[in-house]
Protein backbone atom coordinates (compact mmCIF):
# COMPACT_ATOMS: atom_id res chain seq x y z
CA UNK A 1 0.00 0.00 0.00
CA UNK A 2 1.59 3.33 -1.20
CA UNK A 3 -0.30 6.76 0.04
CA UNK A 4 0.65 9.99 -1.84
CA UNK A 5 0.57 13.19 -1.38
CA UNK A 6 1.10 14.02 -4.72
CA UNK A 7 2.96 12.72 -8.07
CA UNK A 8 4.05 14.43 -11.24
CA UNK A 9 7.11 15.36 -12.78
CA UNK A 10 9.20 17.98 -14.43
CA UNK A 11 11.95 19.05 -16.56
CA UNK A 12 15.14 20.96 -15.54
CA UNK A 13 18.10 22.40 -17.22
CA UNK A 14 18.48 22.24 -21.10
CA UNK A 15 18.63 25.13 -23.88
CA UNK A 16 17.24 26.02 -26.75
CA UNK A 17 18.57 25.89 -30.19
CA UNK A 18 17.60 27.50 -33.60
CA UNK A 19 17.98 25.99 -36.52
CA UNK A 20 17.63 27.74 -40.07
CA UNK A 21 19.26 26.90 -43.15
CA UNK A 22 18.23 23.17 -43.50
CA UNK A 23 15.91 22.14 -46.60
CA UNK A 24 12.42 21.12 -46.18
CA UNK A 25 11.73 17.80 -46.69
CA UNK A 26 8.59 15.23 -47.75
CA UNK A 27 8.44 12.84 -45.09
CA UNK A 28 5.96 9.60 -45.62
CA UNK A 29 3.94 8.46 -42.66
CA UNK A 30 1.56 6.07 -44.38
CA UNK A 31 0.26 5.14 -47.87
CA UNK A 32 -1.59 8.00 -48.02
CA UNK A 33 -0.60 10.30 -45.98
CA UNK A 34 2.74 12.74 -46.74
CA UNK A 35 3.58 15.50 -45.83
CA UNK A 36 6.26 18.87 -46.18
CA UNK A 37 8.67 18.82 -42.89
CA UNK A 38 10.58 21.53 -41.99
CA UNK A 39 13.49 20.68 -39.96
CA UNK A 40 14.05 24.64 -39.31
CA UNK A 41 12.70 26.73 -35.61
CA UNK A 42 13.73 26.39 -32.66
CA UNK A 43 14.03 23.52 -30.05
CA UNK A 44 14.54 22.81 -26.87
CA UNK A 45 17.37 20.31 -25.93
CA UNK A 46 20.00 18.93 -23.21
CA UNK A 47 17.07 18.87 -20.32
CA UNK A 48 16.53 15.98 -17.72
CA UNK A 49 13.07 15.13 -17.21
CA UNK A 50 12.31 14.07 -13.27
CA UNK A 51 9.48 12.20 -11.97
CA UNK A 52 8.49 12.57 -8.17
CA UNK A 53 6.46 10.74 -5.51
CA UNK A 54 5.70 12.28 -2.44
CA UNK A 55 3.91 9.82 0.17
CA UNK A 56 1.54 11.79 2.65
CA UNK A 57 3.26 10.68 5.53
CA UNK A 58 7.25 10.66 5.11
CA UNK A 59 9.15 8.53 6.84
CA UNK A 60 11.62 11.61 6.94
CA UNK A 61 11.31 14.62 5.35
CA UNK A 62 14.68 14.93 3.27
CA UNK A 63 13.34 13.10 -0.25
CA UNK A 64 15.48 10.40 -2.27
CA UNK A 65 17.15 11.04 -6.30
CA UNK A 66 17.33 7.90 -8.08
CA UNK A 67 20.28 8.47 -10.51
CA UNK A 68 20.39 5.75 -13.49
CA UNK A 69 23.38 3.90 -14.93
CA UNK A 70 24.81 4.12 -18.43
CA UNK A 71 22.49 3.45 -21.22
CA UNK A 72 19.51 2.79 -18.96
CA UNK A 73 16.74 4.92 -17.60
CA UNK A 74 14.69 5.85 -14.36
CA UNK A 75 12.72 2.48 -15.34
CA UNK A 76 15.91 0.40 -13.48
CA UNK A 77 14.45 1.09 -10.45
CA UNK A 78 10.92 0.07 -11.35
CA UNK A 79 9.05 -3.35 -11.41
CA UNK A 80 12.29 -5.74 -12.04
CA UNK A 81 12.35 -7.66 -15.32
CA UNK A 82 10.88 -10.54 -13.42
CA UNK A 83 8.50 -8.54 -12.87
CA UNK A 84 8.97 -8.24 -9.16
CA UNK A 85 8.44 -4.90 -7.05
CA UNK A 86 11.21 -2.82 -7.87
CA UNK A 87 13.42 -0.31 -5.38
CA UNK A 88 11.02 2.60 -6.26
CA UNK A 89 8.25 0.69 -4.86
CA UNK A 90 10.17 -0.26 -1.87
CA UNK A 91 10.65 2.54 -1.01
CA UNK A 92 7.41 4.68 -1.48
CA UNK A 93 5.89 1.84 0.53
CA UNK A 94 8.30 2.40 3.33
CA UNK A 95 6.79 6.53 3.02
CA UNK A 96 10.28 7.74 1.64
CA UNK A 97 9.66 10.65 -0.91
CA UNK A 98 11.46 9.88 -4.41
CA UNK A 99 12.40 11.57 -7.12
CA UNK A 100 13.74 9.61 -10.34
CA UNK A 101 15.58 11.24 -13.03
CA UNK A 102 16.11 10.26 -16.82
CA UNK A 103 18.73 12.60 -17.62
CA UNK A 104 20.02 14.39 -20.45
CA UNK A 105 18.99 12.38 -23.63
CA UNK A 106 17.67 9.03 -22.04
CA UNK A 107 13.92 7.93 -22.17
CA UNK A 108 11.43 11.04 -21.58
CA UNK A 109 14.17 13.78 -21.54
CA UNK A 110 14.45 12.54 -25.49
CA UNK A 111 17.45 13.20 -27.45
CA UNK A 112 18.72 15.45 -30.18
CA UNK A 113 17.90 14.83 -33.22
CA UNK A 114 19.42 18.19 -34.81
CA UNK A 115 21.98 17.17 -37.29
CA UNK A 116 25.24 18.37 -36.33
CA UNK A 117 24.55 19.26 -32.53
CA UNK A 118 25.68 16.36 -31.28
CA UNK A 119 29.65 15.69 -32.06
CA UNK A 120 29.72 12.02 -31.76
CA UNK A 121 27.13 9.08 -32.49
CA UNK A 122 25.34 7.00 -29.71
CA UNK A 123 26.19 3.61 -28.77
CA UNK A 124 23.94 1.19 -27.51
CA UNK A 125 24.89 -2.10 -25.07
CA UNK A 126 24.04 -5.88 -26.95
CA UNK A 127 23.00 -8.56 -24.35
CA UNK A 128 26.07 -10.33 -24.83
CA UNK A 129 28.14 -7.07 -23.81
CA UNK A 130 26.01 -6.80 -21.02
CA UNK A 131 26.38 -9.92 -20.06
CA UNK A 132 29.44 -9.28 -19.85
CA UNK A 133 29.94 -6.30 -17.74
CA UNK A 134 26.96 -6.78 -15.51
CA UNK A 135 29.10 -10.32 -14.40
CA UNK A 136 26.54 -12.39 -15.53
CA UNK A 137 28.47 -15.36 -16.54
CA UNK A 138 29.69 -15.99 -12.91
CA UNK A 139 27.83 -19.25 -11.51
CA UNK A 140 25.43 -18.68 -8.56
CA UNK A 141 24.87 -14.91 -9.94
CA UNK A 142 21.14 -13.94 -9.09
CA UNK A 143 20.14 -12.18 -11.78
CA UNK A 144 16.91 -13.40 -13.25
CA UNK A 145 18.29 -14.28 -17.07
CA UNK A 146 14.80 -15.39 -18.05
CA UNK A 147 13.88 -12.34 -18.12
CA UNK A 148 16.95 -11.33 -20.25
CA UNK A 149 14.71 -9.59 -22.89
CA UNK A 150 13.71 -6.78 -20.48
CA UNK A 151 17.01 -5.79 -19.00
CA UNK A 152 17.69 -5.70 -23.50
CA UNK A 153 14.32 -3.31 -23.70
CA UNK A 154 14.84 -0.76 -21.12
CA UNK A 155 18.66 -0.65 -22.51
CA UNK A 156 18.64 2.99 -24.85
CA UNK A 157 20.64 5.03 -26.79
CA UNK A 158 23.52 6.39 -24.89
CA UNK A 159 25.84 9.24 -26.21
CA UNK A 160 29.16 8.98 -25.00
CA UNK A 161 30.07 12.80 -25.20
CA UNK A 162 27.05 13.88 -22.88
CA UNK A 163 28.36 13.45 -19.41
CA UNK A 164 29.19 17.11 -18.73
CA UNK A 165 25.07 17.95 -19.86
CA UNK A 166 24.21 15.07 -17.31
CA UNK A 167 26.42 16.37 -14.76
CA UNK A 168 24.49 20.04 -15.24
CA UNK A 169 20.80 18.32 -15.72
CA UNK A 170 21.60 16.89 -12.05
CA UNK A 171 23.05 19.77 -10.37
CA UNK A 172 20.00 21.58 -11.20
CA UNK A 173 17.59 18.63 -9.96
CA UNK A 174 19.38 19.47 -6.80
CA UNK A 175 19.17 22.86 -6.87
CA UNK A 176 15.35 22.31 -7.79
CA UNK A 177 14.88 19.65 -4.79
CA UNK A 178 16.80 21.11 -2.25
CA UNK A 179 18.04 19.30 0.62
CA UNK A 180 18.52 15.44 -0.96
CA UNK A 181 19.55 11.49 -0.37
CA UNK A 182 21.51 10.69 -4.03
CA UNK A 183 21.15 6.68 -4.87
CA UNK A 184 23.59 6.82 -7.81
CA UNK A 185 23.94 3.35 -10.15
CA UNK A 186 27.36 3.20 -12.11
CA UNK A 187 27.69 6.13 -14.54
CA UNK A 188 24.87 7.29 -11.97
CA UNK A 189 27.15 7.00 -9.06
CA UNK A 190 29.71 8.77 -10.57
CA UNK A 191 27.67 11.86 -11.57
CA UNK A 192 26.27 11.51 -7.51
CA UNK A 193 29.70 12.15 -6.12
CA UNK A 194 30.48 14.88 -8.21
CA UNK A 195 27.28 16.27 -7.47
CA UNK A 196 27.48 15.74 -3.44
CA UNK A 197 30.50 17.97 -3.87
CA UNK A 198 29.39 20.77 -6.03
CA UNK A 199 25.83 20.59 -4.11
CA UNK A 200 26.88 20.15 -0.98
CA UNK A 201 24.82 23.21 0.62
CA UNK A 202 21.85 20.15 -0.30
CA UNK A 203 23.31 16.83 -0.60
CA UNK A 204 22.79 15.06 3.09
CA UNK A 205 23.98 11.40 1.84
CA UNK A 206 25.63 9.76 -1.53
CA UNK A 207 24.97 6.38 -1.98
CA UNK A 208 26.87 4.82 -4.70
CA UNK A 209 25.86 1.26 -6.37
CA UNK A 210 29.32 0.12 -8.22
CA UNK A 211 29.85 3.61 -9.21
CA UNK A 212 31.94 4.43 -12.12
CA UNK A 213 33.83 7.84 -12.68
CA UNK A 214 34.17 9.20 -8.93
CA UNK A 215 36.82 12.37 -8.76
CA UNK A 216 39.60 11.32 -7.56
CA UNK A 217 39.74 14.44 -5.26
CA UNK A 218 37.20 16.97 -3.86
CA UNK A 219 37.05 20.64 -3.07
CA UNK A 220 38.20 20.73 0.50
CA UNK A 221 35.45 21.12 3.57
CA UNK A 222 33.35 18.74 2.32
CA UNK A 223 30.46 19.23 5.27
CA UNK A 224 30.96 15.85 6.91
CA UNK A 225 28.16 14.30 4.19
CA UNK A 226 28.31 9.98 4.75
CA UNK A 227 28.78 8.28 1.76
CA UNK A 228 28.32 4.26 0.99
CA UNK A 229 30.05 2.44 -1.84
CA UNK A 230 27.98 -1.19 -2.17
CA UNK A 231 29.91 -3.31 -4.28
CA UNK A 232 28.08 -6.84 -5.60
CA UNK A 233 29.45 -10.02 -5.61
CA UNK A 234 32.66 -11.82 -8.24
CA UNK A 235 34.27 -8.38 -7.88
CA UNK A 236 37.34 -10.00 -7.08
CA UNK A 237 37.42 -12.50 -10.21
CA UNK A 238 37.08 -9.85 -12.55
CA UNK A 239 39.80 -7.58 -13.66
CA UNK A 240 37.79 -5.15 -14.86
CA UNK A 241 35.71 -4.79 -12.00
CA UNK A 242 38.85 -5.22 -9.39
CA UNK A 243 40.25 -1.86 -10.56
CA UNK A 244 36.67 -0.28 -10.85
CA UNK A 245 36.22 -1.23 -7.21
CA UNK A 246 40.10 -0.08 -5.83
CA UNK A 247 39.24 3.56 -8.15
CA UNK A 248 36.64 3.61 -5.88
CA UNK A 249 38.05 3.22 -2.31
CA UNK A 250 40.94 5.50 -3.84
CA UNK A 251 38.28 8.23 -4.41
CA UNK A 252 36.31 7.70 -0.91
CA UNK A 253 39.49 7.97 0.76
CA UNK A 254 39.84 11.19 -1.22
CA UNK A 255 36.21 12.22 -0.17
CA UNK A 256 37.07 11.85 3.31
CA UNK A 257 40.24 13.88 3.21
CA UNK A 258 37.84 16.56 2.01
CA UNK A 259 35.93 15.92 5.47
CA UNK A 260 33.04 13.58 4.12
CA UNK A 261 32.63 10.26 5.79
CA UNK A 262 32.64 7.14 3.62
CA UNK A 263 31.61 3.38 4.34
CA UNK A 264 32.06 0.58 1.76
CA UNK A 265 29.73 -2.57 1.80
CA UNK A 266 31.42 -5.69 -0.02
CA UNK A 267 28.10 -7.31 -0.06
CA UNK A 268 29.58 -10.92 -0.08
CA UNK A 269 31.92 -10.37 2.97
CA UNK A 270 28.32 -9.20 4.90
CA UNK A 271 26.62 -12.66 3.90
CA UNK A 272 24.72 -11.25 1.05
CA UNK A 273 26.33 -12.96 -2.34
CA UNK A 274 25.27 -13.34 -6.06
CA UNK A 275 25.12 -10.01 -6.69
CA UNK A 276 25.84 -8.47 -10.34
CA UNK A 277 26.15 -5.33 -11.14
CA UNK A 278 21.88 -4.87 -11.67
CA UNK A 279 21.61 -5.63 -7.76
CA UNK A 280 17.90 -3.66 -7.92
CA UNK A 281 17.07 -6.31 -10.19
CA UNK A 282 18.41 -9.69 -8.73
CA UNK A 283 16.65 -12.15 -6.91
CA UNK A 284 17.57 -11.08 -3.59
CA UNK A 285 17.00 -7.27 -4.55
CA UNK A 286 14.70 -6.76 -1.78
CA UNK A 287 17.53 -8.03 0.97
CA UNK A 288 19.74 -4.62 -0.28
CA UNK A 289 16.42 -2.02 -0.30
CA UNK A 290 15.98 -3.21 3.04
CA UNK A 291 19.51 -2.69 4.71
CA UNK A 292 20.09 0.64 2.42
CA UNK A 293 16.38 1.76 4.32
CA UNK A 294 18.05 0.58 7.69
CA UNK A 295 21.03 3.03 6.67
CA UNK A 296 18.90 5.98 6.21
CA UNK A 297 17.04 5.05 9.01
CA UNK A 298 20.20 5.35 11.20
CA UNK A 299 21.55 8.34 9.52
CA UNK A 300 18.29 9.83 9.71
CA UNK A 301 18.34 8.98 13.86
CA UNK A 302 22.05 10.08 14.25
CA UNK A 303 20.62 13.79 12.75
CA UNK A 304 22.29 13.23 8.65
CA UNK A 305 19.11 14.64 7.56
CA UNK A 306 15.60 16.02 8.85
CA UNK B 1 -4.35 12.20 -1.55
CA UNK B 2 -3.97 9.28 -3.69
CA UNK B 3 -3.86 5.51 -2.25
CA UNK B 4 -2.18 2.88 -4.24
CA UNK B 5 -2.05 -1.12 -3.72
CA UNK B 6 0.58 -0.88 -6.63
CA UNK B 7 2.92 1.01 -8.75
CA UNK B 8 5.23 -0.04 -11.62
CA UNK B 9 6.12 -0.66 -14.51
CA UNK B 10 6.74 -3.44 -17.67
CA UNK B 11 7.48 -3.79 -21.74
CA UNK B 12 5.48 -5.11 -23.90
CA UNK B 13 5.72 -6.74 -28.01
CA UNK B 14 9.04 -5.98 -29.80
CA UNK B 15 12.13 -8.30 -31.48
CA UNK B 16 15.15 -9.56 -31.15
CA UNK B 17 17.79 -8.13 -33.60
CA UNK B 18 20.99 -9.79 -34.83
CA UNK B 19 23.50 -7.22 -35.74
CA UNK B 20 26.69 -8.67 -37.48
CA UNK B 21 29.85 -7.61 -39.26
CA UNK B 22 30.08 -3.77 -38.43
CA UNK B 23 33.43 -2.60 -37.86
CA UNK B 24 34.45 -1.78 -33.98
CA UNK B 25 35.15 1.59 -33.26
CA UNK B 26 36.68 4.02 -30.40
CA UNK B 27 34.39 5.94 -28.08
CA UNK B 28 35.42 8.72 -25.98
CA UNK B 29 33.65 8.92 -22.79
CA UNK B 30 35.81 11.63 -21.23
CA UNK B 31 39.32 13.16 -21.63
CA UNK B 32 40.91 10.00 -20.17
CA UNK B 33 38.42 7.49 -20.64
CA UNK B 34 38.40 5.55 -24.08
CA UNK B 35 37.42 2.10 -25.00
CA UNK B 36 36.49 0.01 -28.20
CA UNK B 37 32.63 -0.14 -28.80
CA UNK B 38 31.57 -3.34 -30.53
CA UNK B 39 28.26 -2.50 -32.44
CA UNK B 40 27.42 -6.27 -32.73
CA UNK B 41 25.28 -8.56 -30.96
CA UNK B 42 21.60 -9.13 -29.67
CA UNK B 43 19.51 -6.17 -29.42
CA UNK B 44 16.24 -5.81 -28.27
CA UNK B 45 14.15 -2.94 -30.50
CA UNK B 46 10.60 -1.99 -30.99
CA UNK B 47 8.46 -2.76 -27.71
CA UNK B 48 6.64 -0.07 -26.02
CA UNK B 49 6.69 0.84 -22.06
CA UNK B 50 3.88 1.17 -19.62
CA UNK B 51 3.31 2.68 -16.37
CA UNK B 52 0.62 1.60 -14.39
CA UNK B 53 -1.16 3.34 -11.13
CA UNK B 54 -3.17 0.83 -9.59
CA UNK B 55 -5.57 2.32 -6.71
CA UNK B 56 -6.73 0.58 -3.32
CA UNK B 57 -9.95 1.01 -3.97
CA UNK B 58 -10.93 1.57 -7.25
CA UNK B 59 -13.46 3.92 -8.64
CA UNK B 60 -14.87 0.68 -11.06
CA UNK B 61 -12.70 -2.00 -12.07
CA UNK B 62 -11.89 -1.16 -15.76
CA UNK B 63 -8.58 0.49 -15.76
CA UNK B 64 -8.15 3.78 -18.22
CA UNK B 65 -4.80 3.10 -21.30
CA UNK B 66 -3.72 6.75 -21.67
CA UNK B 67 -2.36 7.07 -25.15
CA UNK B 68 0.25 9.80 -26.37
CA UNK B 69 0.24 12.04 -29.30
CA UNK B 70 2.99 11.95 -32.02
CA UNK B 71 6.05 13.08 -30.82
CA UNK B 72 5.42 13.11 -27.25
CA UNK B 73 5.20 10.42 -24.27
CA UNK B 74 3.40 9.32 -21.56
CA UNK B 75 4.77 12.69 -20.04
CA UNK B 76 1.99 14.70 -21.44
CA UNK B 77 -0.93 13.72 -19.29
CA UNK B 78 1.40 14.33 -15.99
CA UNK B 79 1.88 17.74 -14.57
CA UNK B 80 0.95 20.74 -17.01
CA UNK B 81 3.69 23.01 -18.22
CA UNK B 82 2.77 25.16 -16.15
CA UNK B 83 3.04 22.70 -13.03
CA UNK B 84 -0.54 22.52 -12.44
CA UNK B 85 -1.48 18.41 -12.05
CA UNK B 86 -1.95 16.92 -14.86
CA UNK B 87 -4.74 13.95 -15.83
CA UNK B 88 -3.02 11.63 -14.75
CA UNK B 89 -3.21 12.94 -11.24
CA UNK B 90 -6.94 13.84 -11.63
CA UNK B 91 -7.84 10.50 -12.37
CA UNK B 92 -5.85 8.91 -9.50
CA UNK B 93 -7.34 10.91 -7.39
CA UNK B 94 -11.08 10.07 -8.37
CA UNK B 95 -9.32 6.04 -7.95
CA UNK B 96 -9.16 5.22 -11.26
CA UNK B 97 -6.50 2.98 -12.34
CA UNK B 98 -4.30 4.04 -15.17
CA UNK B 99 -1.86 2.47 -17.35
CA UNK B 100 0.38 5.30 -19.44
CA UNK B 101 2.24 4.09 -22.42
CA UNK B 102 4.98 5.00 -23.90
CA UNK B 103 5.20 3.91 -27.45
CA UNK B 104 7.18 2.82 -30.03
CA UNK B 105 10.29 4.70 -30.25
CA UNK B 106 9.33 7.07 -27.59
CA UNK B 107 10.64 8.65 -24.19
CA UNK B 108 11.41 5.53 -22.13
CA UNK B 109 10.56 2.74 -24.66
CA UNK B 110 14.29 3.84 -26.45
CA UNK B 111 14.36 3.94 -30.32
CA UNK B 112 16.35 1.70 -32.61
CA UNK B 113 19.50 2.78 -33.22
CA UNK B 114 21.04 0.64 -35.83
CA UNK B 115 22.29 1.45 -38.63
CA UNK B 116 19.51 0.69 -41.60
CA UNK B 117 17.26 -1.40 -39.51
CA UNK B 118 14.47 1.24 -39.91
CA UNK B 119 14.16 2.93 -43.34
CA UNK B 120 13.35 6.75 -42.35
CA UNK B 121 15.03 9.41 -40.45
CA UNK B 122 13.09 10.94 -37.24
CA UNK B 123 11.59 14.35 -37.53
CA UNK B 124 10.95 16.52 -34.41
CA UNK B 125 8.15 19.57 -34.41
CA UNK B 126 9.70 22.95 -33.44
CA UNK B 127 8.26 25.23 -31.54
CA UNK B 128 7.14 27.50 -34.38
CA UNK B 129 5.22 24.43 -36.00
CA UNK B 130 4.10 23.62 -32.47
CA UNK B 131 2.64 26.67 -32.21
CA UNK B 132 0.81 26.76 -35.48
CA UNK B 133 -0.45 22.97 -35.49
CA UNK B 134 -2.00 23.31 -31.64
CA UNK B 135 -3.74 26.49 -32.41
CA UNK B 136 -1.71 29.02 -30.38
CA UNK B 137 -2.22 31.83 -32.39
CA UNK B 138 -5.94 31.95 -31.75
CA UNK B 139 -6.35 34.66 -29.52
CA UNK B 140 -8.68 33.56 -26.53
CA UNK B 141 -6.78 30.03 -26.19
CA UNK B 142 -6.21 28.73 -23.00
CA UNK B 143 -2.53 27.36 -23.26
CA UNK B 144 0.05 28.60 -21.07
CA UNK B 145 2.17 30.43 -23.28
CA UNK B 146 4.79 31.21 -20.86
CA UNK B 147 5.22 27.28 -19.76
CA UNK B 148 6.04 27.06 -23.39
CA UNK B 149 9.70 25.70 -22.77
CA UNK B 150 8.14 22.81 -21.08
CA UNK B 151 6.01 21.71 -24.09
CA UNK B 152 9.15 21.80 -25.90
CA UNK B 153 11.00 19.91 -23.74
CA UNK B 154 8.94 16.95 -23.48
CA UNK B 155 8.83 17.03 -27.06
CA UNK B 156 11.02 14.14 -28.55
CA UNK B 157 12.07 12.54 -32.07
CA UNK B 158 9.60 10.88 -33.95
CA UNK B 159 9.80 8.35 -36.83
CA UNK B 160 7.34 8.28 -39.42
CA UNK B 161 7.56 5.19 -40.52
CA UNK B 162 6.32 3.40 -37.00
CA UNK B 163 2.80 3.44 -37.12
CA UNK B 164 2.21 -0.37 -37.63
CA UNK B 165 4.78 -1.35 -35.09
CA UNK B 166 2.51 1.12 -32.85
CA UNK B 167 -0.35 0.04 -32.98
CA UNK B 168 0.85 -3.80 -32.92
CA UNK B 169 2.42 -3.05 -29.30
CA UNK B 170 -0.79 -1.17 -28.48
CA UNK B 171 -2.83 -4.14 -29.13
CA UNK B 172 -0.07 -6.18 -26.61
CA UNK B 173 -0.28 -3.82 -24.27
CA UNK B 174 -4.53 -4.18 -24.46
CA UNK B 175 -4.05 -8.01 -24.29
CA UNK B 176 -2.47 -7.73 -21.47
CA UNK B 177 -4.61 -5.52 -19.49
CA UNK B 178 -7.93 -7.30 -20.67
CA UNK B 179 -10.61 -4.94 -20.49
CA UNK B 180 -9.94 -1.87 -20.63
CA UNK B 181 -11.15 2.23 -21.31
CA UNK B 182 -8.85 3.83 -24.36
CA UNK B 183 -7.80 7.64 -24.06
CA UNK B 184 -6.38 8.43 -27.19
CA UNK B 185 -4.76 11.82 -28.34
CA UNK B 186 -4.37 13.34 -31.65
CA UNK B 187 -1.89 10.63 -33.06
CA UNK B 188 -2.97 8.28 -29.96
CA UNK B 189 -6.72 9.06 -30.71
CA UNK B 190 -6.55 7.33 -34.38
CA UNK B 191 -4.72 4.25 -32.90
CA UNK B 192 -7.41 3.88 -30.15
CA UNK B 193 -10.05 3.70 -33.22
CA UNK B 194 -8.15 1.10 -34.43
CA UNK B 195 -7.52 -1.17 -31.24
CA UNK B 196 -10.88 -0.75 -30.27
CA UNK B 197 -11.68 -2.47 -33.01
CA UNK B 198 -8.82 -5.19 -33.45
CA UNK B 199 -9.05 -5.67 -29.92
CA UNK B 200 -13.01 -4.90 -29.30
CA UNK B 201 -13.07 -8.63 -26.84
CA UNK B 202 -11.43 -6.12 -24.32
CA UNK B 203 -11.85 -2.43 -25.07
CA UNK B 204 -14.98 -1.35 -22.82
CA UNK B 205 -14.94 2.25 -24.56
CA UNK B 206 -12.28 4.69 -26.72
CA UNK B 207 -12.09 8.10 -25.91
CA UNK B 208 -10.62 10.43 -28.24
CA UNK B 209 -8.66 13.67 -27.89
CA UNK B 210 -9.09 15.62 -31.50
CA UNK B 211 -8.20 12.31 -33.39
CA UNK B 212 -5.61 11.82 -36.46
CA UNK B 213 -6.10 8.96 -38.47
CA UNK B 214 -9.23 6.98 -37.37
CA UNK B 215 -9.95 4.24 -39.51
CA UNK B 216 -12.49 5.01 -42.45
CA UNK B 217 -13.79 1.87 -42.04
CA UNK B 218 -14.42 -1.11 -39.62
CA UNK B 219 -14.94 -4.65 -39.35
CA UNK B 220 -18.97 -5.36 -38.62
CA UNK B 221 -20.16 -6.74 -35.33
CA UNK B 222 -18.37 -4.09 -33.25
CA UNK B 223 -19.97 -4.77 -29.84
CA UNK B 224 -21.88 -1.40 -28.98
CA UNK B 225 -18.49 -0.19 -27.33
CA UNK B 226 -19.02 3.49 -26.62
CA UNK B 227 -16.94 6.26 -28.62
CA UNK B 228 -16.62 9.58 -27.41
CA UNK B 229 -14.36 12.27 -29.76
CA UNK B 230 -13.68 15.10 -28.29
CA UNK B 231 -13.04 18.64 -30.36
CA UNK B 232 -11.46 21.81 -29.12
CA UNK B 233 -11.85 25.66 -29.85
CA UNK B 234 -10.65 27.90 -33.09
CA UNK B 235 -11.84 24.02 -34.87
CA UNK B 236 -14.02 26.55 -37.74
CA UNK B 237 -11.14 28.75 -38.35
CA UNK B 238 -8.12 26.77 -39.33
CA UNK B 239 -8.92 24.53 -42.44
CA UNK B 240 -6.44 22.32 -41.55
CA UNK B 241 -8.94 21.47 -38.12
CA UNK B 242 -11.84 21.57 -39.82
CA UNK B 243 -10.57 18.93 -41.91
CA UNK B 244 -9.63 16.68 -39.36
CA UNK B 245 -12.96 16.75 -37.50
CA UNK B 246 -14.90 16.02 -40.73
CA UNK B 247 -13.02 13.19 -41.20
CA UNK B 248 -13.58 12.03 -37.49
CA UNK B 249 -17.17 12.72 -37.85
CA UNK B 250 -17.27 10.61 -40.87
CA UNK B 251 -15.57 7.97 -39.20
CA UNK B 252 -17.33 7.52 -36.33
CA UNK B 253 -20.02 7.00 -38.71
CA UNK B 254 -18.44 4.23 -39.69
CA UNK B 255 -18.13 3.01 -36.24
CA UNK B 256 -21.76 3.17 -35.89
CA UNK B 257 -22.22 1.49 -38.80
CA UNK B 258 -20.27 -1.36 -37.66
CA UNK B 259 -22.08 -1.88 -34.34
CA UNK B 260 -20.86 0.97 -32.45
CA UNK B 261 -21.86 3.78 -30.03
CA UNK B 262 -20.69 7.62 -30.53
CA UNK B 263 -20.75 11.00 -29.25
CA UNK B 264 -18.58 14.31 -30.23
CA UNK B 265 -17.88 16.93 -27.63
CA UNK B 266 -17.62 20.31 -29.27
CA UNK B 267 -16.37 21.99 -26.28
CA UNK B 268 -17.37 25.36 -27.03
CA UNK B 269 -20.56 24.24 -28.14
CA UNK B 270 -20.83 23.15 -24.66
CA UNK B 271 -19.65 26.37 -23.31
CA UNK B 272 -15.83 25.58 -22.96
CA UNK B 273 -13.88 27.70 -24.89
CA UNK B 274 -10.42 28.52 -25.79
CA UNK B 275 -9.14 24.69 -26.17
CA UNK B 276 -6.18 24.21 -28.29
CA UNK B 277 -4.99 21.25 -29.02
CA UNK B 278 -2.80 20.88 -26.35
CA UNK B 279 -6.51 19.97 -24.19
CA UNK B 280 -4.98 18.60 -21.09
CA UNK B 281 -2.41 21.28 -20.69
CA UNK B 282 -4.49 24.19 -21.21
CA UNK B 283 -5.34 26.54 -17.88
CA UNK B 284 -8.83 24.42 -18.08
CA UNK B 285 -7.55 21.36 -17.70
CA UNK B 286 -9.53 20.28 -14.44
CA UNK B 287 -12.73 20.63 -16.30
CA UNK B 288 -12.42 18.65 -19.01
CA UNK B 289 -11.04 16.17 -16.87
CA UNK B 290 -13.94 16.20 -14.40
CA UNK B 291 -16.40 15.92 -17.28
CA UNK B 292 -14.45 13.13 -19.13
CA UNK B 293 -14.45 11.09 -15.31
CA UNK B 294 -18.80 12.44 -15.14
CA UNK B 295 -18.87 10.39 -18.77
CA UNK B 296 -16.62 7.21 -17.62
CA UNK B 297 -19.22 7.10 -14.27
CA UNK B 298 -22.36 7.54 -16.91
CA UNK B 299 -21.26 4.51 -19.03
CA UNK B 300 -19.75 2.79 -15.84
CA UNK B 301 -24.12 2.95 -14.58
CA UNK B 302 -24.88 2.00 -17.66
CA UNK B 303 -23.20 -1.42 -16.86
CA UNK B 304 -20.38 -0.80 -20.52
CA UNK B 305 -17.90 -1.77 -18.31
CA UNK B 306 -17.56 -3.31 -14.58
Not at 69 to 77: A, F, N, R, S
Not at 137 to 149: E, I, L, S, T, V
Not at 275 to 286: A, V
Request: proline share 6%; glycine share 10%.
Amino acid sequence: MITLEKLGSFFVAGRQVRVTGHPKRWVSYSSNVTTEYNPNGTFAIEHAYVQYFLPSQPRFQTPVLLIHGGGLTGVQWEDTPDGRPGWLTRLLEARIAVYVIDNVERGRAGWCAIEGEWPDQPVVRSDEEAAQFYRFAFPGHQFPMKAMRYLSAQTVPRWPSTSALQASALAATIERMGPSILVGFSQGGGLSFQAADRQRHHVRACITLEPHGIPTSFSPGVRNIPALMVLGDFIDQDSYWRDMAQRGRDSLVAWQKAGGRAEVWDLPSLGIRGNTHMMMMDRNSDVIIDKLIAWLDQHHEEGDFS
